[in-house]
């Protein structure tokens, strides 16, 4: 993959939302695969009664502005120490809870959400998203590192003509590689080929006068597994009872990069029958769910 110079991204937690925290560049970078922003701008056509064809030039509406990040999967490298994405996924309504020397863990969080001031230097620019929330998943497949995505969203600010600053540090632990050491299970340990999650979120815009603000409005997360195919109805039985099952994935085995996803209530949504390298496999989709409250699913770095 080649390397794209001048480009960087600082985050950090906002105090109040929408107030600009100022992330730095010595302690607020986040290392990233990919960014990407995008601008979204509402044209308001102008009809008129004249006697040419043709239009009138069109009106600027509402404006909002979204970034696509993907980050691999990696721990700090030390155990409770928070790792870099550990201030994205704080953006995607979870909470940070840090035991010292031990884990860093990020639950679903429906009071005290936290929003985001994001940095964003590209192309000599530099585009500001204040009060940013936004939605994540993790993918992962065997044999590949595993990468978190986000895509956070922000009321529209012009950029500013910035040079991309230097001296960016970031954590020193490598990504994860999911491997055959990794555990998978859904209630016993499976052979898995790929495993995804997304948190579901539904992040919608609060317009109104003198306000402009992005908003987690619901939560509905989902797991989907490869998993190698048994000779068994078990899948189509559980599908078509309803079962409940407890998932877990452990990714890394090295004590400060490693992540341990679990999810307490999983039930199928739907079991296909697929094949991976001329073997058959199950594509099985979850929906994830309250066991008491806040608790669909858990990202736990130790």
Known sequence: MTTIFNRLLLAKVETTKGTDPVPVVGTNAIRIKSGKIVLTQDSIALNAVKQTMGKLPHLVGKQTVQLDIEVDLKGSGAAG???????????????????????????PAT???????????????????????????????????????????????????????????????????????????????????????????????????????????????????????????????????????????QFGATTGNKLVVSAPVARRESVASTARADRPTLDTSWGLYESTGDDQFKFLFN
């Open 111 to 249: 009071a005290n959400q936290k929003s985001l001031t994001l940095y964003w230097y590209e192309d000599g620019l530099l585009w500001k998203l204040l009060g940013a929330v936004g939605k994540c998943s993790l993918n992962a497949q065997i044999g590949a590192q595993p990468s978190l995505k986000f895509t956070f969203s922000a009321a529209y600010a012009v950029p500013t003509a910035v040079t991309c600053p230097t001296g960016a540090v970031y954590q020193s632990a490598a990504p994860i590689v999911m491997s055959s050491a990794d555990i998978i299970n859904d209630g016993s340990a499976i052979k898995v080929g790929a495993f995804s999650l997304d948190d579901g979120n539904t992040v919608q815009h609060h317009y109104t006068t003198s306000n402009s603000e992005f908003v987690i409005a619901d939560r509905a997360p989902k797991v989907k597994i490869t998993k190698d195919s048994v000779s068994t109805i078990a899948e189509w039985t559980a599908l078509n009872a309803g079962t409940n099952a407890a998932l877990s994935a």
């Open 81 to 107: 120490t928070a790792p870099e994405a550990g201030i994205l996924l704080q953006g995607c309504g979870l909470l940070e809870t840090i035991v010292a020397v031990t884990s860093a863990s990020y639950d």
